[in-house]
């Protein structure tokens, strides 16, 4: 742990007149920094961010820029994606709590142990993973390219898909294929309620469902659109309809609102109504102290092993080739 991580981020005091997004700016510049965002993230940061994109055009873009520094507001497994595909250049994430429950779900030791059971397979992990488990796999996908990467296999390969059920579940059923999937999911996308949502659309019959494939099947099936978020973002941007009931993370219906102003987006409720667990607590940890304090001072930083990003940027580096094609 750094001196500044035991210090505390949020214990740094800043001047309270500060303009932070001027200063994030300059420092940007000054540092040949970029910042990178997730479509999860607040409206703010969005704002300010040099790229926004889902986790598929973001490990593009980290992949791609000539940047010194990239800055990562999103959760740690993008920060890492992007320090395998850049090992050369400093990753900072604002805040190193910014976690994921999916990647989570599917511990090293335990996947080595399950992977034993399944010599013939091939591994094709989600980019939700740690970089560890990516170093186990042959191929990862995104939410964006999943059915692609799964199809470039012949119908006769064994896959196990980790880490998410709802995802791999989906995935089996547009591909006909039978994947062993491993058994996790992310905490904000199997919150939704069905008969909630359903109920909303009563309210509003002309509304379009759409969700993120990390949702439940119930609500994959009442949806008339399923994509990873840049899918949603461009769906509800080119479809007739004017109003839209959006279960995946909150942070999405900002750029939602901000490229068709005209329409409306309603939050998918979740099942209880008090929790606001459609927000990721994880991706909002980020805030814009966070992101100047972590440009100034240059952490927290992302360290990966040279051994692990030998071996986990192969599958990410096939990812990226397949979506080309
Ligand atoms: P996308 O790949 O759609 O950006 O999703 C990332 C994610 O974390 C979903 O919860
Ligand atoms: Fe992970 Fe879920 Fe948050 Fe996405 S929304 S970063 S899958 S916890």
């Given at each position: 742990m750094s001196d500044l991580e035991d210090k505390g981020f949020l214990d740094i005091k800043i001047d309270s007149d500060i303009d932070l997004k001027n200063e994030i700016h300059e420092l940007k510049v000054k540092k040949n920094a970029i910042l990178l965002a997730h479509y999860y993230q607040t409206g703010d940061i969005q704002d300010i961010a040099d790229f926004v994109g889902d986790s598929l055009q973001l490990s593009q873009k980290a992949a791609d820029n000539n940047a010194d520094i990239i800055l990562f507001a999103g959760v740690h497994f993008m920060a890492e994606t992007a320090k395998i595909l850049s090992p050369q250049k400093k990753v900072l994430i604002p805040?190193?709590?910014?976690?994921c429950s999916l990647a989570d779900s599917i511990p090293v030791a335990d996947f080595i142990k399950f992977k034993e059971n399944y010599s013939e397979y091939i591994v094709i992990s989600y980019v939700n993973t740690t970089a560890e488990i990516k170093a186990l796999s042959d191929v990862i996908c995104t939410s964006s390219n999943a059915v692609k990467i799964v199809e470039?296999?012949?119908?006769k390969q064994k896959i196990i898909f980790t880490p998410d059920r709802n995802l791999g579940n989906y995935i089996n059923s547009k591909t006909n294929r039978n994947m062993v999937i491993w058994d996790g999911a992310c905490h904000v996308h199997e919150q939704f309620s069905l008969e909630k949502i359903l109920a909303l659309k009563k309210e509003n019959p002309d509304a379009k469902i759409i969700a993120h494939p990390e949702c439940k099947k119930p609500i994959l099936i009442v949806s008339d659109f399923i994509g990873s978020t840049a899918a949603l973002l461009n769906f509800t941007i080119k479809?007739?309809?004017?109003k839209f009931i959006v279960a995946t993370e909150s942070g999405i219906l900002y750029q939602m609102q901000k490229n068709c102003p005209e329409k409306i987006f309603i939050p998918a409720p979740p099942?209880?109504?008090?929790?606001?667990?459609?927000?990721?607590n994880f991706m909002k940890l980020n805030t814009l102290k966070k992101i100047y304090i972590s440009l100034k001072y240059e952490q927290p930083e992302i360290f990966i092993s040279e051994e692990i990003i030998k071996k986990a940027v192969i599958p990410i580096h096939k990812m990226l080739e397949i979506s080309k094609k």
């Open positions: 805040d190193l709590k910014a976690g470039s296999f012949p119908k479809d007739f309809s004017k099942l209880d109504s008090t929790c606001g667990c459609n927000d990721c």
